[in-house]
């Protein structure tokens, strides 16, 4: 048996980035990762890094242009690309701990046998055991695919399994029009694909702004890809050639050909097979470990982070429940899961959609007396510097404040502007703040002079 200060289970950001610090304090770590293809975690391997290299790749073949064949080229060498990139930053991440004398990783796949005791069925066909006074859980999040028939057939992925296919669908269609059904709807129109996104809501990306998503709506159907909405998706049938995807929308069905079929129908948490009620460990009513404000779980001495806890599902998420658990662990614990402020976010369409705060909605049924500032990406020259006018861009200030309540940018390099309005969200500045600054010329940014100078 083997017996060290702390076991976490899984290599993913928050639970690397702990083991290295718990480390750095003196402890010995066991950390478990069932899959050596995952070492680094979801964001390196199979989510955020791939897709954004595939996003960037999409977007230069959008501008060369060319026949399909050119552009399934393009689409191969794309993949090469981002496995390059992938085993770069993997094997990276593996050294990086695999390489401290106190750290060992353990490949597996790890259960609780109780509090304390690790179970750990290895590659071998052997079990380990480890012992731990404290145990991190990290497992992540999987893919969600609802009980479709056919869902099971040879030309349906999800979002995993599609960043491997070397062959560029001609059709594509997907289940979902979530953020990452979207973000693989504008990557994969950009390669050159007929994006089809069915979804069974009749909102368009419900929880954003109304504005926005109108705009985002626009934007895409203007590009081609075509979103299907308040459909019911009856069926995927598997034919020689192709896929068919069988749809309902108002009492009428519809057929759509397919070459590939992407189920995005969102994550849940990854707690298949670790046991935690003999830990003690309780879930929550959606399946995700049930944690409090300290990411401390329902037993004294394990901890869950990232996906696997339930929160918002962003890489960096992950990274600041590392900066909550060590603070538990090995600091004073004032950090906590309710006192790091606006989280921001990005979506990887073209042009992206990033957002922090609050929705005018939001801020109208939360009691607020707000105005409204609203800029249209076309206004910005550095926009127009880009070819990329399209967008809209919106902030939500509170009248009795001056503070910003909410931003939401849907234009060129949004993702960077996004996190300068965080950063003054969090400090309690006036939207004057932003909108007297001096900023270098010609940027994004300095689209908040003009943004912030039409308070309505």
Request: hydrophobic share 45%; aromatic share 6%; glycine share 8%.
């Amino acid at each position: 048996m083997k017996q060290v200060d702390a076991a976490i289970i899984g290599f993913g950001k928050g639970g690397k980035t702990l083991a290295g610090a718990l480390a750095g304090a003196g402890k010995t770590v066991a950390l478990v990762e069932q899959s050596p293809k995952m070492y680094g975690g979801t964001c390196i391997n199979v989510a955020c890094i791939p897709t954004k290299s595939l996003v960037r790749s999409a977007a230069l073949s959008a501008a060369q242009g060319g026949t399909f064949d050119e552009r399934a080229a393009r689409y191969a060498a794309a993949i090469d690309e981002k496995d390059r990139v992938t085993d770069l930053l993997r094997t990276k991440n593996y050294r990086k701990l695999a390489d401290l004398p106190n750290v060992e990783v353990v490949d597996g796949t790890a259960s609780f046998a109780d509090a304390t005791h690790l179970h750990v069925s290895t590659p071998d066909g052997g079990t380990e055991t480890i012992e731990a006074a404290q145990v991190f859980v990290n497992t992540g999040a999987r893919p969600f695919v609802p009980p479709i028939p056919g869902a099971d057939g040879p030309r349906v992925h999800v979002s995993e399994t599609l960043l491997d296919v070397r062959k560029l669908p001609g059709r594509l269609v997907i289940i979902g029009g979530g953020y990452i059904g979207m973000e693989f709807a504008s990557m994969y129109a950009n390669f050159g694909s007929q994006v089809t996104v069915v979804q069974n809501e009749d909102a368009f990306l419900p929880r954003e702004d109304a504005e926005i998503a109108a705009a985002v709506l626009a934007s895409v159907e203007e590009r081609g890809i075509r979103v299907v909405r308040g459909a019911n998706v009856l069926r995927i049938e598997d034919e020689a050639e192709h896929a068919v995807v069988a749809i309902e929308v108002a009492g009428a069905e519809e057929r759509l050909p397919a070459d590939a079929v992407l189920v995005a129908t969102g994550r849940r948490p990854n707690v298949a097979g670790l046991n935690l009620e003999a830990a003690g460990v309780e879930l929550t009513e959606r399946g995700a470990v049930r944690v409090d404000e300290h990411l401390r779980t329902t037993a004294p001495n394990i901890w869950a982070m990232g996906d696997v806890a339930g929160g918002l599902q962003f890489t960096y998420i992950s990274l600041d429940d590392f900066r909550i658990v060590k603070a538990d662990v090995l600091g004073d614990g004032a950090r906590t899961t309710e006192n790091r402020g606006a989280v921001p976010y990005s979506v990887f369409i073209d042009p992206p959609l990033s957002r922090a705060g609050m929705t005018e909605r939001e801020a109208l049924d939360a009691g607020f007396n707000v105005k409204v500032a609203k800029l249209p990406a076309a206004a910005i020259p550095k926009a127009q510097l880009l070819q990329k006018p399209t967008g809209l861009l919106k902030a939500v200030i509170d009248v009795d404040t001056d503070r910003i309540l909410g931003v939401h940018l849907f234009c060129e390099e949004s993702y960077e502007m996004v996190n300068t309005v965080k950063i003054a969200m969090d400090a309690g500045l006036p939207y004057q703040t932003l909108r007297d600054a001096v900023y270098t010329h010609p940027t994004m940014s300095e689209a908040f002079n003009d943004l912030f100078a039409v308070i309505a």
